[in-house]
């Protein structure tokens, strides 16, 4: 966050008066007796060593007759003074690598900033780009592009809403259209005119929309039409890559531009077009830095976008804090592994259950959910995530595609595929190194104690369940995840830890209660929010930072919700970026929590019932929309969910309520020949993260 307001009055130093006394002596920064020295910072980017596409938004602060120098070159021309006295310029001609860019002021005071500039293309830090990459620009409007870069020439072009409630285009946006609305920034009236830009960075196609005031955007003189906010809005799904993605995740949303926010998205923003979370951080910090480098420094950055959109904010918020300064994730996931243990999961239990002999209502003990019809959603919707060709985009030729017999070396579509860079393959097979398991996993352990199964289902369960093999087909034995493969995920914080960014960001989980939608329930279920809950109360010491406001899916409610969510988001960012105590983070974030700001659910549009929302769950809101399980979960895993492939201990039928005929202990013996998980120890190869800002070849 900068602690420049991004409204500002008419920067000084305009007339030509000035501006060649300017040229001629060098800036001034105003100065006052016991300021610090002379100092320079990108605003565009907090990372100096990530800046990309050749330019960098620079402030100078504490200087007076100030000249600014780019690897030697005066660059103090494209410096104005702000209004706070500092004075802010894009440095552009950065070449690639390694850039010096000094100030000198009076009295021989001097800084300097090495920047380390990357392609407009990428990489940056998330390591070698996929290949073949097919290109999706003309599903934007764009010209046609070629691989692997998919560059095209950027766009403008502009949007205007109508009095009932639409978007329309505008060919000139002087046109002041009989049924233009009005937006209002900051309480005041201003045309509904959207000015929308479309490019490719990182290889994705890029959006940004803002309200149009009338003259180009700029990063000295802020639009008068932008509030200084900026939501970076995040799409859903997960799929394994190599094409660009025929669309973001959105960016003309009336919620917030007729409030001012500018909003951002990119094709690779979208997790059906891109599973890693890392991808995703390196394009949006590259499409952020755009942004400010053309509109100016944001206040703050407000995270949304449910589903696979709250997997990125939760994931870019803990792995690469800075990007995002407050997140509001719906329905959400913590991480894409997280997801894919009761995705694959329900893959077996459906196809085991088909065989007969469980009644409705065990399947749904065994599955934990609300009801059972959710596991046959995952199957219907991302069980083909976890296959080597299942999942292929019908834009990436049938002819490229894996076959283990005929075209061995051929492109795969698992989710897995975008996490190469940080597992590595396998050499064996030449997949990426395997991460999910199942040996130990005791099935339906929860409905056997309660009484929901009978010993012998149990037992015939856990025998004939199976698993996967490395491509995703089934076996009958059990799936085992790759060592390497496991350590590595955790090093790379791909299983989110939530120990790392997300301990000092605010959080507004955003949980539409679905897990009972009908005809076939959806995948979107509670445990969730509370999973990630668990994750910040293990490893943190709190969730303070964390709020869960449920709703129903109705319009109504959702849209209320989503109206008080981003404006208490808002006044949350804005009370930190405001505090100038010698809190560290973490004690700011909580500290500046809004005391309205609190765990609760909607009864309806107009109604918030305000109470703490626990696991199991309780109180009136836990009656309105009560939290299930799943079937890791019912099988012994803690909360947390963190261990992927757990700890063994003996089969000891002592540990069990019920007593088991030697027949059912045989299978028993069969199904689990290493022993059962043992969750009370942290699972095989978990470990903390490496840390922050992690970079990858």
């Not at 900033?113 to 392609?119: A, S």
Request: hydrophobic residues 35%; contains cysteine; aromatic residues 8%.
């Amino acid at each position: 966050m900068t602690r420049i307001p991004a409204r500002a009055a008419a920067v000084l130093c305009t007339t030509a008066l000035a501006a060649t006394a300017l040229a001629m002596t060098g800036l001034t920064a105003a100065t006052a007796e016991g300021r610090p020295d002379l100092a320079l910072a990108v605003e565009s980017n907090t990372k100096p060593e990530f800046v990309s596409g050749g330019d960098a938004l620079v402030r100078v602060t504490h200087g007076d007759r100030v000249r600014v120098r780019s690897n030697g070159r005066d660059v103090t021309g494209s410096f104005r003074q702000q209004p706070d006295g500092s004075l802010l310029g894009v440095v552009d001609g950065l070449r690639e690598g390694r850039n010096t860019i000094t100030a000198t002021a009076s009295r021989g005071r001097h800084a300097s900033l090495r920047v380390v500039n990357h392609p407009r293309s990428g990489p940056v830090f998330s390591g070698r780009q996929q290949t073949p990459f097919y290109c999706q620009t003309e599903a934007f409007g764009l010209a046609p592009a070629r691989q692997p870069l998919c560059e095209a020439p950027t766009v403008v072009s502009f949007q205007y809403r109508t009095t009932g409630g639409q978007f329309k285009p505008l060919a000139n946006p002087a046109d002041r259209p009989a049924d233009l609305a009005s937006a209002s920034v900051d309480g005041t009236a201003v045309p509904y005119v959207v000015r929308v830009e479309t490019g490719v960075i990182d290889r994705a196609v890029y959006q940004l929309a803002a309200l149009y005031d009338g003259t180009d955007p700029s990063p000295v003189e802020p639009e008068t039409g932008w509030n200084g906010r900026l939501v970076y809005n995040f799409g859903g799904g997960c799929n394994g890559g190599y094409r660009q993605g025929g669309g973001t995740a959105g960016v003309l949303d009336n919620l917030f531009l007729s409030q001012g926010y500018a909003v951002a998205s990119s094709s690779l923003n979208v997790l059906d077009n891109n599973c890693s979370p890392i991808i995703s951080a390196e394009a949006a910090m590259m499409v952020k830095e755009h942004f400010q480098e053309t509109y100016g420094p944001a206040r703050h950055t407000i995270g949304w976008g449910g589903s696979g959109g709250a997997i990125q904010q939760y994931d870019i918020a803990d792995a690469y804090p800075g990007i995002l300064d407050g997140i509001i994730p719906g329905i959400s996931y913590p991480d894409p592994l997280t997801t894919m243990g009761p995705v694959t999961d329900c893959g077996l239990l459906n196809a085991y259950f088909a065989k007969g002999g469980y009644t409705p209502e065990q399947q749904r003990a065994v599955s934990g959910y609300n009801s059972y019809n959710t596991c046959r959603s995952w199957q219907a919707t991302f069980l083909s995530r976890a296959t080597a060709t299942g999942s292929c985009d019908p834009i990436i030729p049938v002819e490229v595609r894996w076959d283990e017999v005929t075209n061995p070396d051929g492109l795969r579509c698992g989710a897995a595929e975008q996490w190469a860079n940080q597992l590595g393959r396998d050499p064996r097979n030449g997949f990426v190194r395997a991460v999910l398991d199942n040996v130990g996993v005791q099935y339906g352990l929860a409905a056997l104690e309660d009484g929901s199964i009978t010993p012998a289902q149990f037992a015939a369960l856990n025998a004939g369940v199976g698993g996967y093999d490395y491509a995703g087909r089934p076996i009958p034995t059990r799936t085992s995840a790759d060592p390497r493969g496991l350590d590595a995920a955790y090093r790379a914080d791909l299983m989110n830890s939530a120990s790392l960014g997300l301990r000092y960001t605010p959080i507004i989980d955003q949980r539409t209660y679905l897990d009972r939608v009908t005809p076939l329930a959806d995948i979107h279920t509670a445990e969730m929010s509370y999973i990630m809950r668990d994750r910040l109360r293990t490893q943190n010491g709190t969730y303070a930072n964390q709020v869960i406001i449920e709703s129903a899916p109705d319009p109504a409610q959702a849209g209320a919700a989503a109206v008080y969510q981003l404006d208490a988001m808002d006044r949350w960012l804005t009370a930190i970026g405001d505090d100038d105590s010698r809190r560290d983070k973490a004690r700011k974030v909580i500290a500046n929590k809004p005391a309205d700001l609190t765990d609760g659910c909607y009864v309806s549009a107009t109604e918030r019932i305000a109470e703490p929302l626990t696991y199991p769950s309780g109180g009136r809101c836990g009656q309105l929309y009560p939290i299930a399980a799943n079937p890791r979960l019912v099988a012994g895993a803690d909360l947390s969910m963190t261990t992927i492939k757990c700890r063994l201990t003996s089969l000891d039928f002592a540990d069990y309520p019920v007593t088991f005929t030697a027949g059912e202990k045989a299978l028993l013996r069969k199904a689990f020949p290493t022993g059962v998980c043992d969750y009370s120890r942290k699972g095989v190869s978990e470990r903390d993260p490496r840390g922050v800002w992690q970079t990858y070849r």
